[in-house]
């Protein structure tokens, strides 16, 4: 591991520490407190996807276990807030892995956007929209030129429709969104200016309705109508299908830590609590358990497999991390659901850590592409 990496392995991992201490509050929480993302700010996270080049950790695809590893240990702390925080390497991927090349305009950009990211610019996404099942090629939205002066370099558009789980709204200074431009027959991938920006329809921004998940309940992640929401769009003419493949091993690997995160957590604290009464444990607990475990095992080994693939730039890379993905969704749930019939009827409580994490698991079948464009690609990957 590089030196910058390990430092900001070290001040994240001190940062998590600190949050295990509080879990009891922070799995009450609705919402997100902005100290959370200046800590994890100065621990240099925003920078591990930056480019070594441009002033960041970002050695290539094998930076991608240091980072996923990251974000699987914060998730132990305090799901949410790693949900949230990791959309900004997973969208930052997109310019990361973009086909966009040496062109002037493309570089400028990137350029830009990692020199704000170091800078402590927090982004993320608010790209779904209901009834597209999360195919961010179906959106409804539009875009239209605006005059205004950019936030970054490229085309100001004012972007118009209806979104929804923007995780980090609120927080997040830059989100990233898709619309179809005026004239054009394909839709584009934007970047909205949500800096500060109030969610009451004055600034192109309102607030359709609170996020009240029961799982990863304080992710803030918000339905918004957008009303010439102003954005810059990415300097890439090309398909926005070729930008979400070329990230998309990198970002299903993200989700997947994250909700691997939670799991370590709780086998782990489950181990401590059973181990004092193991040779107590009737034949039934004793093979839930066992399953427990082994279905954890099984999470680790795949999500191992598409972290491999996405750090040597295999060709099935894709096929391989959106598999990891929803496997390790299934196997997730089972965990949880296993660990309760363990450790009892208490677990359904919520002031029990295992009820907050049984839902929290169960966003990650839901995350991009969510179960049933997963395996549509899944399908179709299989085939090369
Ligand atoms: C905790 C959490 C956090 C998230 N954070 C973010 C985020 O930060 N940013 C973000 O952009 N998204 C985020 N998402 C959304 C996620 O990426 C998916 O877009 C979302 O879960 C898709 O929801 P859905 O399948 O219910 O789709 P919906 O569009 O609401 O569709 C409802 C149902 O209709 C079906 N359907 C819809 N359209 C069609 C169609 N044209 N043809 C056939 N069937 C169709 C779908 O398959 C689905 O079963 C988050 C989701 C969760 C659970």
Redesign the pocket.
């Known amino acids: 591991m590089a030196d910058g990496v390990a430092q900001v392995d070290r001040a994240v991992r001190e940062v998590a520490a600190a949050w295990r201490e509080q879990r009891a509050e922070r799995q009450a929480r609705r919402h997100l407190e902005r100290d959370d993302f200046d800590a994890l700010r100065d621990a240099g996270l925003l920078g591990m996807a930056v480019p070594v080049a441009s002033g960041g950790a970002w050695e290539g695809p094998r930076s991608a276990r240091p980072l996923c590893e990251l974000y699987r240990h914060l998730a132990g702390a305090d799901p949410s807030v790693a949900?949230?925080s990791v959309?900004h390497p997973a969208v930052i991927g997109f310019w990361l892995f973009g086909p966009g090349g040496d062109a002037e305009a493309w570089v400028a950009q990137r350029e830009a956007i990692f020199a704000g990211a170091l800078a402590g610019e927090q982004w993320?996404?608010?790209?779904?929209?209901?009834?597209?099942?999360?195919?961010v090629t179906?959106t409804k939205s539009v875009a239209r030129p605006l005059s205004a002066e950019p936030f970054l370099p490229g085309g100001v558009f004012g972007v118009s429709g209806d979104?929804?789980?923007?995780?980090?709204s609120g927080i997040c200074h830059r989100m990233v969104?898709t619309a179809v431009a005026e004239g054009d027959a394909e839709p584009a991938m934007f970047v909205l200016d949500t800096d500060g920006r109030p969610w009451d329809g004055t600034a192109g921004l309102e607030l359709l309705a609170e996020w009240d998940?029961a799982?990863?309940a304080a992710?803030q992640?918000h339905a918004m109508r957008l009303a010439d929401a102003p954005a810059v769009r990415m300097a890439w003419d090309g398909s926005i299908q070729d930008v979400v493949l070329a990230a998309g091993p990198l970002i299903s690997t993200l989700f997947t830590a994250v909700v691997l995160g939670v799991v370590d957590e709780a086998v782990g604290l489950a181990r401590g609590q059973l181990a004092a009464k193991a040779d107590q444990l009737r034949a039934y607990e004793q093979v839930e358990w066992t399953r427990a475990e082994a279905d954890h095992w099984l999470a680790v080994q795949a999500y191992e497999g598409a972290l491999r693939s996405v750090e040597t730039g295999a060709p099935t890379a894709l096929h391989d991390a959106v598999r990891a993905k929803q496997l390790g969704a299934e196997l997730a749930e089972s965990v949880l659901l296993r660990l309760t019939r363990v450790l009892g009827g208490g677990t359904y409580s919520q002031r029990s850590p295992y009820s907050r994490w049984f839902e929290d698991v169960?966003?990650l079948g839901?995350?991009?592409?969510?179960?049933?464009?997963a395996y549509d690609s899944m399908f179709l990957t299989s085939f090369g």
């Open positions: 949900l949230v959309m993320g996404t608010i790209t779904s929209e209901p009834g597209s099942g999360g195919d179906k979104k929804h789980f923007g995780s980090g969104t998940g799982g990863m992710t992640s169960r966003a839901f995350l991009r592409p969510p179960w049933g464009l």
